[in-house]
């Protein structure tokens, strides 16, 4: 079978001049590119890459990652990438899970990632040596890449994707969006996370331009905003919901996103930024997208109109090849518009987790209404079918009970960022000391003129009585996982400081200024005041 990794060289043969990546070192050409790739895939031959290899390339953004990805794939073999900037325990313990046999990386970063295992320096002179053998087919069941789970509900595993799947994706996401030669897509998503393997290459994949520029200027809204107008950018395919409502909330004169056709949302529920009135934000196409690592990045699409109905949360229709299950207790489908656990089979489904058998059997299940054979991974996510194809309808391990009634802290979330102060919000449950549950909101913006009182009073004309939260912290800036999304699971254990009623600290680096997927360390959310029910 094909890979990206041909369909670049074959634009460089076409097109050999035209631009593929813009990065802060230049400009690069297709041919440049392309050549580059060879020169990589026939060191890493040399070394024995072939199918079942795992790489991990640890290096920053810039034409070395893009060629180091795409040469191991042209090798038939399987790529982990790092994000460099993580605890080098962590990484470590990345590459173990992955079984990664070889690191790719330069001699600058080589000594402080401390990784103990076959090492190939990008930015050191290698005899390339003489291969005058076309590479053969790659295999499409031969490991292409491994991912790992954020860890948000426990320890991070490593996730299996084959090269058949990866190659359907990129081509139906090109498809999807329209990507073409025009196109100037902005990589957004770090490495490390799988939404940078979209983000760098479906527009590749396509014949298009990708910018890449320094990780700083993704995390502010301003810089964003000044990177989109300087490149000419078309296409953001890697964002979340909480950097479009910090950029929202953040506007500044004229339109943010003023060029941009494209707009892909992921990682989280989109309803709060769209009950904000987020949607006037995008002037072009803004796309939901649902789908787990599990899956190949993205299984369903939605495309939001411009009047959205803020309260439901349509995530689309599959993509081709891919099958969407909603199922009881029992594995048995429940009627259209019927709430119940989402299942995800066909085309994107991974092979299982590296190295965890126990837990690939318990996620990864039989489909009972597939072929023989077919299997359907278990997502834990709650969902309906309608007439817009799948709602989101929360997590299990979200919703919560309040009073006896079964709550979604999404609905609350969506109702705070309607008030015209309210720029981030997050709603975490919590006990008191007498075992009673009650929720406790995480609001940012400038809500110096705006009492509790006044927050509770807009919630009221918007929410029944059990959906109000008893507390209110403010904080300068919600904390992000490095992923992009929104930290709950931090804020639900340092929620304590609500009951206690007093001023803290959030005491975690992170900013909701991350472009999408780009998480990263930055301002300290901090706890300004935590208000009480009165």
Known sequence: MRTVADDIDAHARRHPRRIALTTPSGDVPYARLAQHIEETARILRAHGVG???????????????????????????????????????????????????????????????????????????????PDHTPPGPVDPRALAYVSHTSGSTGEPSAVLVEHRALDAYLRDTASAFGLDEDTVALQTAPLGYDASIRDTFAPLLAGARLVIVDRARLLRPEEFVRTVREHGITAVLSTTPSFLSH??????????????????????????????????????????????TECTMTTTRYAVPARPDPSADPVGTPRAGAVIRILDAGLA???????????????????????????????????????????????????????????????????????????????????????????????????????????????????TGTTDTALRAHLARLLPPHLMP?????????????????????????????RAGSAGSAGRAGSAGSAGSAGSAGRVGSVRRVGSAG
């Open 333 to 447: 489908p429940v009627a259209d518009g019927a709430v119940g656990d989402v299942y995800i089979g066909g085309a994107g489904l991974a092979r299982g987790y590296g190295g965890r058998p126990a837990r690939t059997a318990e996620c990864f299940v039989p489909d009972p209404y597939g072929p023989p054979g077919a299997r359907l991974y278990r997502t834990g996510d709650l969902g309906r079918w309608g007439p817009e194809g799948l709602h989101y309808a929360g997590r299990t391990d979200r919703q919560v009970k309040i009073r006896g009634y079964r709550v979604d802290p999404a609905e609350i979330e969506g109702a705070l960022l309607a008030h015209p102060a309210v720029t981030g919000a997050v709603v975490t449950p919590h006990t008191d000391d007498r075992g009673r549950a009650y929720l406790l909101a995480h609001v940012t913006g400038e809500l």
């Open 470 to 498: 008893r507390r209110f912290a403010r904080l300068d800036t919600l904390p992000t996982t490095r992923g992009g999304k929104a930290d709950r699971r931090f804020l639900a254990d340092t929620g304590s400081a609500g």
């Open 51 to 129: 199918p079942e290899t795992v790489c991990a390339v640890a290096v920053g953004h810039g034409t070395r990652a893009v060629a180091a990805m795409a040469a191991v794939l042209r090798c038939g073999a399987a790529f982990l990438t790092l994000d460099v900037g993580q605890p080098r325990d962590r990484l470590a313990a990345f590459t173990r899970s992955a079984d990664a046999t070889l690191l790719l990386t330069t001699s600058g970063l080589a000594p402080a990632l401390g990784l103990r295992m076959p090492t190939v320096l990008l930015d050191q002179p290698h005899p390339v040596p």
């Open 247 to 292: 950029l929202l909330g953040q506007q500044g004169p004229g339109e943010p996103l003023a060029g941009v056709g494209l707009v892909a949302s992921s990682g989280e529920s989109l309803r709060p930024f769209l009950a904000a009135g987020g949607r006037s934000l995008v002037p072009g196409s803004l796309v939901n997208q649902y789908g787990p």
